[in-house]
């Protein structure tokens, strides 16, 4: 019996692989000029311009300065690290914490994120975040992990789960079909005309793997979900759940993110001769009569050999609308590109509901069993997600050890409560916490501080938008030969998502530069643009 049992398994096993695929490796996408040389020439200065301290500006800059580049980023902000790793000192209960601007994985396909960490050598700051935890109005708590090979990973998922049976399954096999089979190259013509909730409908596909898989998953975005693009939720599926056995891995900072790894980034920039000016705007760029951008409004005395706008798509747009109104009546070619520009892409594209991020000290911790380090909550509106930082971060566990109290970071998501005070947040989303975590209001938490940060920058990815989206070189397919791009808002021809695309993109600007300059480009790990299915649609 026990060899029938085992000969069935496999079996099975087979019949699966078979039908599902095996789930393909990173393709590497390497240097356009291999044969160029590695770094700038003994005596070639190449001065560069990076607008923009966020990821995308940094990824350049790093790329940049290794091969010999003088590199200068100017942030307007405070800090570096932008809408994603930005983290601030802020002074409560009479001393400083450093507040993240929310929690940040690392996810096993954010190929190109994770090589940073090895080169800054900075792997020791960050930790495995093993499980995957839950909660929901109308279904029992899940924790859910990946372990083993695909699709036997997948098939774990469903049998450890307390809601999830293996009949339900077969209700939402059409919907698999197409994660399985997904193909980038083909994935936005065919689906980002709908809204991912449109092709649930469309194909009446079962709610309740929807409501306990999917929808934590949209919600993670950062997008109001009503509105997603269903490519770009085929597209969200592939990188987390369907690409690798170990896609849903995912490593978490023990400190602060600046701690952890913004500063040990912007060390390494300085080291390498990287200028950083914090708190320092570009409001507009400065052309001569050929279209070459020389420097920005603010410092009319330096000349820039190359430009990357890493400013987001907010501020990508400013700039070059502020630099459409100062040209002169003269410059009607430029006038005439920057128009184009603006009008066929950057005025097209418009921002995501802003995200708050509420971080609330408390005097007391949690103590029963239900105190998950990290849980989502698709069914507690407005709250997407809550970190308990004193339990994941060492510095915050710092203070919970003297004090007894507890820090908790709740996310919210595409906020569309209106304008709520600051001091008033806690009161608004209390009720759900009672329900997410009773104990904190059955044993009388109390509040003694809290801080409010969050950011109304983030790109939309609702349906329909993709068209609009340039890639990192269209500067110089508009007559711009020294400008690149960078950012989360960009269309790349490769699977990406939440920190691997400002990164990756940072990267591919570089690269543009240094094909220009006869410098061999720096590779990219991107994860396949298939899935492992045998069907990928063309």
Avoid at 127 to 132: D, G
Wanted: glycine share 6%; charged share 20%.
């Amino acid at each position: 019996m026990k060899y029938m049992i085992i000969i069935v398994v496999v079996l099975v096993g087979i019949m699966m692989t078979l039908l599902v695929g095996i789930p393909k490796s990173p393709r590497i996408i390497p240097p356009a000029n291999p044969e160029d040389r590695e770094r700038l020439a003994e005596g070639v200065v190449k001065k560069v311009l990076i607008v923009g301290g966020g990821l995308a500006g940094m990824s350049a800059a790093l790329e940049l300065a290794e091969r010999g580049y003088q590199v200068t980023i100017r942030e307007a902000d405070t800090a570096l690290g932008g809408v994603y790793m930005q983290t601030k000192p802020v002074r409560k209960l009479g001393r400083t914490f450093m507040v993240d601007g929310g929690m940040q994985a690392w996810f096993h396909n954010f190929h190109n994120a994770r090589d940073i960490i090895r080169r800054l050598g900075v792997e020791d700051n960050f930790h495995r975040w093993e499980v995957h935890d839950l909660v929901y109005k109308n279904y029992q708590p899940e924790r859910m992990y990946s372990h083993g090979i695909f699709p036997l990973n997948l098939a774990g998922m469903i049998y450890r789960s307390p809601n999830l049976n293996i009949l339900e399954i077969l209700f939402w096999l059409r919907c698999a079909w197409d994660f399985i089979n997904y193909n980038h190259d083909t994935n936005f013509k065919r689906w980002d005309a709908i809204t991912f909730d449109e092709y649930m409908d469309m194909f009446d596909i079962h709610r309740g793997f929807y409501d306990i898989v999917l929808e934590p998953g949209m919600k993670a975005s950062y997008q109001d979900k009503a509105m997603l693009s269903a490519a770009e939720m085929f597209q969200f599926s592939h990188m987390f759940y369907v690409s690798n056995p170990k896609a849903d891995y995912r490593d978490l900072a023990k400190m602060n993110q600046a701690t952890a790894i913004m500063t040990p980034w912007a060390d390494r920039l300085k080291s390498l001769g990287v200028r950083i000016e914090l708190e320092t705007s570009v409001g507009s760029l400065v052309f001569d009569k050929h279209g070459q951008i020389v420097t920005d409004t603010e410092h009319p005395s330096e000349r820039f050999d190359h430009v990357v706008l890493a400013s987001g798509l907010d501020g990508t747009k400013t700039i070059l609308q502020n630099s459409l109104q100062k040209l002169k009546p003269e410059d009607k070619i430029t006038r005439s590109r920057l128009e184009k520009v603006l009008k066929n892409h950057l005025t097209k594209l418009p921002l995501a509901p802003p995200f708050k991020i509420l971080t609330v000290w408390f005097d007391k911790q949690l103590e029963g069993s239900y105190k998950p380090d990290v849980v989502q909550t698709p069914s507690f509106p407005p709250i997407t997600f809550v970190a308990q930082y004193h339990v994941l971060k060492e510095d915050f566990a710092l203070w919970a050890n003297q004090s007894g109290g507890s820090v908790f970071m709740f996310h919210m998501f595409a906020w569309e409560q209106g304008e709520i005070p600051d001091d008033k947040i806690w009161n608004f989303i209390a009720p759900s916490v009672r329900e997410i975590f009773p104990e904190i209001f059955e044993r009388g938490f109390k509040v003694l501080a809290y801080n409010v940060g969050g950011s109304d920058k983030y790109p939309s990815y609702a349906k329909g938008l993709e068209k609009h989206r340039p890639t990192v070189k269209f500067p110089k397919e508009y007559g711009f030969p020294n400008l690149a791009v960078a950012g989360n808002w960009l269309h790349v021809d490769y699977p990406t998502a939440l920190i691997e695309r400002p990164i990756s993109t940072g990267r591919e600007a570089a690269n543009q530069i240094l094909l220009s300059d006869h410098v061999r480009q720096a590779s990219l790990v991107v994860t396949h643009s298939h899935g492992p299915g045998h069907f990928q649609y063309v």
